[in-house]
């Protein structure tokens, strides 16, 4: 947007100032014209007086020719300039309007995403508020200073002895001492040493 923005700033800068230079042009061209077509009406009446004056004038009628046929070319030249900077233009700011509705629908899905993501942060707390008392303080403060250096993680589901957390295998040796813990024994990972929670796929 800010590229398109500033490209189009400048095609439009170019183009006033085209649309100044064509004015000025055929400001002049008109100029001429008028000039020549006075010294071709005193020539048609017959208003000159020594034969001098008169080829001074079909001098000078034939030296605005020259210059109008001159500045004509300019214009033509300014204008095709100028029609080349209103397609850029026109180019850019369709490019930035389809970038303003690119922008304005990325806005709206995150915006979307950012309510889901609120729903789920806050269906989440509700349910840790609903287990959290029957946790206990010590396994809840435990966790939570796993938490706050593992990642925001600091439990995860032991599954066909592999750790979810890290994604790393337990060792057999580790497997033999979970399995003969008690059931309400609050299991490690030795690598991450993230909580586990045994699950029926555990392995033990």
Do not use: W
């Amino acid at each position: 947007m800010r590229e398109v923005g500033d490209a189009l700033v400048v095609a439009e800068t170019l183009e006033s100032d085209l649309a100044r230079d064509q004015r000025k042009a055929e400001g002049d061209v008109d100029q001429v014209r008028s000039r020549s077509d006075r010294d071709q009406q005193r020539l048609d009446t017959g208003s000159v007086g020594s034969p001098r004056e008169l080829e001074n004038l079909q001098s000078e009628i034939a030296s605005l020719a020259r210059r109008r046929s001159d500045l004509e070319d300019i214009v033509l030249d300014v204008m095709e300039r100028r029609e080349a900077a209103q397609a850029d233009v026109s180019s850019l700011t369709e490019s930035r309007s389809s970038l303003t509705a690119a922008l304005a629908e990325a806005a709206a899905k995150r915006d979307a995403s950012f309510t889901a993501i609120d729903a789920e942060i806050a269906a989440t707390r509700s349910a840790r508020g609903a287990v959290a008392p029957d946790v206990g303080t010590e396994l809840l403060a435990l966790y939570e200073k796993i938490r706050a250096t593992s990642d925001g993680v600091g439990v995860a589901a032991l599954h066909r002895a592999r750790c979810e957390g890290c994604h790393l295998t337990l060792n057999p040796s580790d497997l033999g001492q979970m399995r003969a813990a008690a059931p309400d024994a609050v299991l490690r990972c030795e690598e991450c040493r993230r909580i586990l929670v045994r699950t029926p796929d555990s392995g033990l």
